[in-house]
């Protein structure tokens, strides 16, 4: 069950309980069960719009707002408009109705207001109490994948590092004699010792500067234009803020992979990749735009494991604060990623 049912499940299950007790309790009490029907029919559902766009609209985009203070101005206002609904239908509908006795007249006195407060934000503040609790536990659930795959990662990191050491060490000595020799190999093998230098010591760490994966991708495209010459044409727009973000190690390799399985190596013809990459330091946001030629429809699965491993490692890293968006047309293939930072 995704998180979207989860929440429409839990909202039918607690306020239809809490609209029963409501009526078949509180009427089971006094014998009273029209009047009871008759004040949930309007207040349990005034209750439970107050709480929906409290909790899942306002304090689901506080968590991501610079500026606190216009959601507290909404909470502010949703709470107004709710009491004001539950005072028009009680004061013209339910007190002449039911409260004719106790029934003194009056839409907005301060006891009629404060009564009205109290019980919405009652029901409003039980639903809250169990949204806090989802929420924490939503998110112990997240630290706990998040340090179960850097365990994983650290331990297959270990046992291949020996290896790649070894192989770095080599290409570094190769360097040094081609470079008098033939300097345009000696600088296909600064590429290549490059890009491994980066797996072994910086890939093992939480976070990069986004520069540093940038330079980490030119290498890679660097070592295939070597194969592909003239074929492959590269165009790079990078924002000067780079070095302003930090993401995840990795984190966009699958996508140059991808457009060099489904565009380059399947063409005919001349290719070509495009990565561009914007920052909005005000704020706080990236956005990263990889697109590729193809000369004939991209495979489904968009992408398979390598856009399937970016989504889940987004959902855990940049929970609510990314959008991956894939367009596909018949001679192109583009990832969109925009990341909130910071």
Not at 97 to 103: A, K, P, S
Not at 223 to 239: A, E, P, T, Y
């Amino acid at each position: 069950m995704n998180q979207k049912t989860s929440v429409v499940s839990f909202n039918i299950i607690f306020w239809s309980a809490l609209f029963f007790y409501k009526w078949i309790g509180f009427g089971a009490l006094t014998d009273e069960y029209t009047k009871q029907f008759a004040y949930s029919i309007i207040n349990i559902p005034v209750a439970f719009l107050t709480a929906y766009f409290s909790m899942h609209v306002v304090f689901d985009r506080m968590n991501q707002a610079k500026i606190k203070w216009p959601s507290y101005a909404y909470l502010v206002v949703i709470g107004a408009i709710a009491i004001l609904i539950k005072r028009l239908f009680n004061h013209y509908y339910f007190e002449p109705q039911f409260l004719r006795d106790n029934y003194h007249g009056g839409l907005f006195t301060v006891p009629k207001i404060l009564y009205e407060l109290v019980s919405l934000y009652l029901m409003v503040g039980m639903y809250g109490m169990f949204y806090f609790i989802r929420r924490w536990y939503e998110q112990r659930q997240v630290l706990e994948a998040l340090k179960q795959e850097k365990v994983k990662s650290e331990l297959d990191l270990l046992k291949s590092q020996v290896h790649p050491h070894f192989l770095f060490n080599m290409l570094n000595n190769i360097y040094a004699g081609a470079l008098s020799k033939s300097p345009e190999t000696a600088q296909q093998i600064l590429q290549l010792s490059n890009f491994i230098e980066y797996n072994l010591y910086h890939a093992q760490k939480d976070w990069i500067p986004l520069d540093e994966e940038l330079e980490y991708l030119r290498n890679f495209i660097a070592l295939h234009q070597i194969r592909l010459g003239d074929k492959l044409n590269v165009d790079m727009r990078i924002s000067d803020e780079v070095n302003q973000v930090q993401i995840p190690p990795l984190l966009l390799l699958p996508l140059i992979e991808n457009a060099m399985k489904h565009g380059v190596n399947n063409s005919i013809r001349a290719s070509w990749i495009k990565v561009q990459v914007q920052v909005d330091t005000l704020a706080h946001a990236c956005h990263i735009s990889i697109s590729n030629s193809v000369e004939k429809a991209v495979e489904s699965e968009n992408g398979g494991v390598g856009l399937a491993n970016i989504r889940q490692r987004l959902k855990l890293l940049y929970p609510d604060k990314h959008l991956l968006h894939i367009v596909e047309k018949p001679d192109f293939y583009e990832v969109q990623l925009n990341l909130i930072y910071g």
